[in-house]
């Protein structure tokens, strides 16, 4: 079978939200139909104006009050993981029902239908889909949420200019020599060696949480802009939400990816660098500069003011 018919295959098993309606054969490591090519193979949506992912520029992002704490409902439950999943393009993990999010400066209530992952080449060679300040990292797990309202219907969802918010996650190597860590993530990749083929998927056992795979992200920091979908047909119906502290994993654990799952049966290529390349800017925001913060500044401002005119005097 040749990399078309089965790319072609792969996505017509694979619908659900990280690849709605997918209609062409798209892939990330042939240059016929790798992401430089999705404007000219999926024009609607991939050649559009607010495009994912993007370069994020720390310096840039404007402050806004809106941007409170997000409530997450069901996060801590450990049996909110139902399958996982190797759908050829990413390792993905569908979600029960009742879990969700709201506030975090979003319109209403929005469910968390599944979470999948970007990755490079191991530890050695990042793959996150966003940057900030032009820095990739190792690893990137997106949550795909739906507004609660759609009641799952994701043909509505991506025909809205806000149907879907998809939360970033950064994923970076922890210090040390620690393997298998955390508990958290060694007993999701654990599965890795059950999906080693595209379309093979397992149930997950109760025990480990979202909360638990989040582990060290101060949730009530990140960046926001409105974007895309990263896949075809890159529908411009995506309100991002990028944490700006990172999940800590052992290397051992990042390495599996890359060298455990392949991109469709038998010997086929290892799935590797599963990342779109940025698209061009948009206008981020991100939390207000406290008053104590910007005190501080000021103050600042006014000794080095001071110092400066007394240089004069
Ligand atoms: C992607 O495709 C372009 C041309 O279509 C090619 O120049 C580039 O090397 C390809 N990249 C990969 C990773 O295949
Ligand atoms: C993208 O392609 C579609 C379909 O060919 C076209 O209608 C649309 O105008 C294009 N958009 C841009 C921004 O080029
Ligand atoms: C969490 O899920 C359980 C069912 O597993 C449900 O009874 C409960 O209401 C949910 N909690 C919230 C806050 O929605
Ligand atoms: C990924 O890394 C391995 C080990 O370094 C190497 O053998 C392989 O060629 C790399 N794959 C790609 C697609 O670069
Ligand atoms: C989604 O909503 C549209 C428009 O209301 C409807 O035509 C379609 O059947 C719905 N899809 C599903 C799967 O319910
Ligand atoms: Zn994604």
Not at 133 to 146: A, C, F, T
Not at 150 to 179: H, K, P, R, Y
């Amino acid at each position: 079978m040749n990399w078309l018919v089965a790319a072609f295959a792969v996505c017509t098993l694979v619908p659900g939200v990280h690849s709605a309606s997918d209609s062409v054969a798209w892939c990330y490591d042939q240059p016929s139909c790798n992401d430089t090519q999705w404007p000219v193979i999926a024009a609607a949506f991939c050649n559009g104006t607010r495009q994912s992912p993007i370069n994020i520029v720390s310096a840039s992002a404007k402050g806004d009050s809106n941007l409170v704490e997000f409530t997450f409902r069901n996060y801590s439950s450990t049996s909110t993981l139902k399958k996982i999943e190797n759908t050829g393009k990413t390792v993905k993990v569908a979600l029960a029902s009742n879990v969700g999010i709201s506030g975090g400066g979003l319109s209403e209530s929005y469910d968390s239908l599944q979470f999948h992952l970007h990755w490079g080449n191991g530890s050695a060679v990042p793959g996150s889909e966003h940057t900030v300040n032009g820095k990739r990292y190792p690893m990137e797990l997106h949550i795909v949420n739906s507004k609660s309202s759609l009641n799952g219907n994701t043909t509505l969802a991506v025909a809205d200019s806000t149907g879907l918010a998809a939360l970033g996650f950064f994923i970076e190597e922890m210090s040390g020599t620690a393997t298998g860590q955390p508990e958290s993530w060694k007993k999701l990749t654990s599965y890795l060696s059950s999906i080693t083929q595209s379309g093979q998927s397992a149930t997950i056992a109760a025990g480990v949480s979202l909360d638990d795979l989040l582990v060290g992200v101060d949730r009530t920091k990140y960046y926001r802009y409105l974007g895309s979908l990263t896949t075809p047909n890159c529908n411009e119906a995506v309100v991002w939400t990028v944490f700006k502290d990172t999940i800590k994993v052992s290397k051992d654990l990042i390495d599996l990816f890359s060298t455990t799952v392949r991109v469709s049966d038998g010997t086929s290529s290892l799935m590797t660098n599963v990342y779109r390349n940025v698209q061009a800017a948009q206008p981020v925001t991100t939390q207000a500069t406290s008053s104590s913060d910007s005190s501080t500044c000021y103050s600042l401002g006014l000794m080095t003011l001071s110092i400066a005119l007394g240089l004069r005097n």
